[in-house]
C-alpha cells in the first residue's frame, strides 16, 4: 500500500478542498426562450412565468391595470 513520505500540511489540504466549491456558488444567467430577459438557470422566467416552454404562472400585465384604473 502507498503511503506518503511527508504530512499534508493544513494549507495544502486546504487548497485542494477549496477548489470544490466554486461551481457551487456560480450563477450564470441564460435568456429565456420566450421573452429573452436574463433568468438564471433551472428557474422560472420572472418577467413572464414561463419555465422550459410552459407558463408556469400568468402575470398581470401593468398595461391592462392601468386601463381598468383610468376609465
Do not use: W
Not at 26 to 34: D, E, I
Amino acid at each position: 500500500m502507498a503511503v506518503p513520505k511527508k504530512a499534508t500540511s493544513v494549507s495544502r489540504k486546504g487548497k485542494r478542498r477549496a477548489g470544490q466549491h466554486h461551481k457551487l456558488y456560480r450563477k450564470f444567467p441564460t435568456l429565456c426562450s420566450n421573452c429573452g430577459t436574463l433568468t438564471l438557470p433551472h428557474k422560472m422566467c420572472a418577467s413572464c412565468g414561463v419555465y422550459k416552454g410552459n407558463e408556469i404562472i400568468e402575470l398581470k400585465n401593468d398595461d391592462e391595470n392601468t386601463e381598468e384604473t383610468e376609465a
